[in-house]
């Protein structure tokens, strides 16, 4: 091993255009976070693949291994490929949902004295696209990040497209735990990204998955969860699909929350679920400042026991303010019990909301519309039994 941490690799090692090229890396056990960082993005300047390795193993079932420590952004440059190659979604502290397991696989821990924007950052501020990045198989940790600091798990911002991120768990950053970007300098976007089998969990006070402007993308089996913000946000993606992705117990905000669409732009959800969130699973608003009239189609999707916030301003499915049509076929709302929401919701002059063979039920009434939108809330069909 090589005072970098590099073990020996196929191909030529001295050559970062050597496509045969792979640097393995084993964590440090430095907890200040300074040798992992430093290893990590000296490798990925100049190997196309570099591998981290999950370094001794522990004695638990299943076994934890050393965490990588890291003290600043991880940078992934275009053409480069980072893998833990151990998909996990589940930590220590993690007993909501996969439950209490001791973390395997590769772990990334952002200490107390880190610096930067986040844990892994793949950013692009000029006008050429870069691209082909790809993140996979590992685990983010952010609970040491301090409170107020806004660091995010993974940014993604600027003109990076054609990347992949498989297999990644985010858990308990102080930002959002996938924020994926437009570059205020630029203006330039990241496109055609493809994010699956991924968990974004507990933010402390952000979102779990923010997308502001990323067009032509996929999303598929991902979870977004126990976020203090809304677990999913999204304004002007344009053709940017989600498919079997879920949005549950959001602390404080919404399952899934869109912020508006350019004219003509479309976002297809099939199979996608929102629950036991405090404010309405599936919210469509004017929030992303976009007043064009563009189409939301949802397919399949279900929100159960969200408005547990209680009041008569959630819903299942609510638009409110929306300006793009809302487009719903097959879907199921149960609202929480104990809450005040509706099955589905138009308020304040929204374009409109259709929903086809859908069963919308309420604690309030099935639908509920305050008169002021373009088109009424219409229930076509609804099931009646």
């Not at 205020?184 to 493809?194: E, I, K, T, Y």
Request: glycine residues 16%; hydrophobic residues 35%.
């Amino acid at each position: 091993m090589t005072a970098a941490g590099i073990l020996p690799a196929s191909g030529n090692p001295s050559s970062s255009k050597d496509p045969g090229s792979v640097a393995k890396l084993k964590p440090s056990g430095d907890t200040t976070g300074a040798t992992d960082t430093v290893a990590l993005n000296a490798a990925l300047k100049e190997y196309p693949v570099v591998v981290m390795l999950p370094g001794r193993f522990g004695t638990g079932s299943p076994p934890a291994s050393n965490p990588w420590y890291v003290n600043a952004p991880i940078v992934v440059p275009s053409g480069r490929k980072l893998t833990g190659d151990w998909y996990w979604q589940a930590v220590d502290s993690d007993n909501y949902s996969a439950g209490p397991l001791n973390t395997g696989g590769v772990l990334i821990t952002a200490v107390a004295g880190f610096a930067g924007d986040a844990v892994i950052t793949i950013v692009n501020g000029g006008q050429r696209q870069q691209g082909a990045q790809v993140i996979e198989g590992l685990t983010i940790e952010g609970n040491e990040l301090p409170a107020g600091s806004g660091i995010h798990g993974v940014l993604v911002e600027g003109a990076v497209g054609a990347g992949f991120i498989r297999g990644v768990t985010v858990h308990r950053p102080d930002g959002d735990c996938l924020r994926m970007v437009t570059d205020q300098a630029s203006g330039f976007v990241p496109d055609c990204w493809q994010v699956a089998f991924s968990k974004f969990s507990a933010s402390r006070n952000g979102n779990g998955v923010f997308l502001s402007e990323l067009p032509d993308s996929w999303f598929v089996a991902c979870e977004s969860s126990e976020n203090y913000g809304d677990n999913w946000y999204c304004s002007l993606g344009t053709n940017t699909r989600f498919i079997g992705c879920k949005g549950e117990n959001s602390q404080s905000a919404n399952g899934w929350h869109f912020g508006g669409l350019g004219t003509g732009q479309v976002i297809e959800l099939t199979g996608c679920t929102s629950q036991l969130n405090a404010g309405s699973g599936f919210l469509f608003d004017n929030s992303g400042g976009s007043s064009a009239l563009g189409t939301y189609t949802l397919t399949g999707c279900r929100s159960w026991r969200d408005g547990r916030a209680g009041g008569s301003t959630h819903a299942a499915f609510n638009g409110n303010g929306c300006a793009s049509r809302v487009i719903g076929t097959g879907c199921v709302a149960a609202p929480d019990s104990t809450g005040a929401a509706y099955g589905a919701r138009e308020s304040s002059r929204s374009h409109g909301m259709c929903f086809t063979g859908s069963l919308l039920s309420g604690t309030v009434a099935s639908v509920f519309d305050d008169g002021s939108n373009a088109h009424a809330l219409v229930n076509q069909s609804p099931v009646p039994f």
